[in-house]
């Protein structure tokens, strides 16, 4: 019966089948903590998986050094996220590809003609994610895994997605508590309790709890009620948004210079909106939000979060949000876009904006120097609004 099935899975897979499932030795490239809840997915499906180590800067130096010069940073560090997870026996590795007029679609190519052109021997599975995301995200961790058991698919995937959830909630909680608690380090110690507890989780039941507990936990960190703490959204391209390698771990400076940080971008609000069929999402889109706040800018996406970056600025200066900071990878194609329209956004809204440019060659020290100018000119202008 099995056999049945997977054989009319078979004659529709347009992947590669050079390996065996049950050889398959899969790794994925690093993002911030997506580590944790794709390992419960994969693991779950019965798959064998290896992490490469978390972005570094010798990470960097082994994507810097296999790149073309002009390629964007995420490029750079998937890249060496690979090489590192070949040189530790990884022979399947997956990413994803989605529509839009940036360079992510060409990403899996290039990255699989320099591997072979080093000599590696691997698949690559790409999630392709330009139409019908559901089935081609199935089909992938099938064609990965060979599993057919529906129980299997139900545990992997309730699993990690109350992971992706929980991460997100317990980030959520880190970035409100940590520019306001009393004893410096308690947030950010409660935060990596619980991204352990999270990776830990292995019952469907115990994980629809977890935001619950995480927000239950964090309430009992002592804070300075009476604190004023600007709020910042964190805007800008997807992967240095979420990768705080990348990012220069801005959120964490960002909050213990007394400020909130609002990051507009979610691991698991993009993957809910992305693989949730159209007529299952009921509520408004991130996406269809900052099109209707964009407008007076721009008429259309043109790629990346480019469209994202411009209509959360109107938002924030809408709603009462202090100032933006705007992050973007060296050469970024939709971003160099949106920073060229933010300049007019902020003078029109009247909202400050501070541009963060992110490559290889970026110092920490300049650009902290920048934030913290920045800062200043946010409370500034907030104590001046509220007298
Ligand atoms: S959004 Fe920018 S940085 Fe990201 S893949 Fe596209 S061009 Fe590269």
């Not at 698991?268 to 408004?284: A, D, N």
């Not at 939709?334 to 956004?345: S, Y």
């Amino acid at each position: 019966m099995n056999n049945t099935i997977e054989e009319q899975i078979k004659r529709f897979s347009t992947m590669d089948d050079n390996i065996p499932a049950k050889d398959r030795i899969i790794a994925w490239p690093r993002m911030g903590r997506i580590d944790i809840p794709l390992k419960a997915l994969l693991t779950n499906l019965g798959a064998k998986i290896v992490i490469p180590p978390a972005n570094s800067n010798e990470a960097l130096e082994i994507g810097v050094k296999n790149s073309i010069e002009g390629i964007c940073l995420p490029y750079k560090l998937n890249l060496a996220n690979y090489i590192m997870a070949l040189n530790s026996g990884a022979n399947t590795l997956m990413m994803f590809q989605a529509p839009g007029s940036c360079r992510l679609g060409n990403y899996t190519k290039m990255a699989q003609k320099t591997l072979k052109k080093m000599g590696y021997e691997f698949d690559m599975v790409i999630f392709d994610m330009y139409r019908n995301k559901m089935i081609q995200t199935l089909h992938a961790f099938w064609h990965v895994t060979r599993c057919l058991n529906p129980w299997k698919y139900f545990k992997a995937f309730s699993l990690g997605f109350a992971k992706f959830f929980a991460i997100d909630c317990a980030e959520k909680m880190l970035l409100y508590y940590r520019p306001r608690e009393i004893n410096k380090g308690d947030a950010e110690n409660l935060y990596n309790k619980w991204l352990f507890k999270i990776d830990e989780c292995n019952s469907i039941i115990k994980s629809k709890f977890l935001c619950n507990r995480i927000k239950k936990d964090f309430k009992k960190i002592k804070i300075n009620k009476n604190k004023e703490v600007p709020v910042v959204y964190l805007l800008g391209e997807f992967f240095v948004l979420l990768d705080p390698y990348t990012n220069q771990n801005i959120e964490k400076e960002l909050g213990e210079m007394g400020v909130e940080v609002r990051r507009q971008i979610m691991f698991s609000g993009w993957l809910e909106h992305v693989l949730k069929p159209s007529f299952l999402y009921k509520k408004e889109s991130h996406r269809e939000r900052a099109v209707k706040y964009a407008s007076n800018y721009m008429k259309r996406a043109i790629g990346g979060e480019c469209i994202e970056t411009v209509g959360d600025t109107v938002y924030a200066s809408r709603n009462g949000i202090d100032g933006i900071i705007h992050l973007m990878p060296f050469s970024c194609m939709p971003e160099i876009v949106a920073q060229n329209i933010l300049p007019k956004v902020s003078r029109e809204e009247n909202i400050p904006v501070l541009e963060l440019v992110l490559d290889e060659q970026t110092g920490k020290a300049g650009n902290l120097t920048r934030i913290e100018a920045f800062i200043d000119l946010v409370k500034r202008r907030k104590i001046k609004k509220e007298r």
